[in-house]
């Protein structure tokens, strides 16, 4: 059974820092490109960034020079940390395991930068 377990989301101010973890099993994990998605209320959900099982990488503009992926093949996890905040990062952020016809989805941790 294949899960991905998403955690690290919260309530920060704006400017403040999160990371935010994705822990999974039962997957070959360091086979998977792997990603983080978000959506917020009324939107459509939107890619964030993806590293590859090479561990390339991949960021939406918004994002550029304030989040960084990464992994850890070792332990199966896959991070995601953001820093500079802004209100426009509200939402729920999801973690995405993708090998060719095979697409996993965590269940999503809310990110919520008010003051």
């Known amino acids: 059974q294949v899960q991905l377990e998403e955690s690290g989301g919260g309530l920060v101010q704006p400017g403040g820092s999160l990371r935010l973890s994705c822990a999974a099993s039962?997957?070959?994990?360091?086979?998977?490109?792997m990603g983080w998605y978000r959506q917020a209320p009324g939107k459509q959900r939107e890619l964030v960034a993806t590293i590859s099982s090479g561990g390339s990488t991949n960021y939406v503009d918004s994002v550029k020079g304030r989040f960084t992926i990464s992994r850890d093949n070792a332990k199966n996890t896959v991070y995601l940390q953001m820093i500079s905040l802004k209100p426009e990062d509200t939402a729920v952020y999801y973690c995405n395991a993708e090998l060719r016809s095979r697409n996993y989805w965590g269940q999503g941790t809310q990110v919520t930068v008010s003051s």
């Open positions: 039962g997957i070959i994990f360091g086979a998977y490109n």
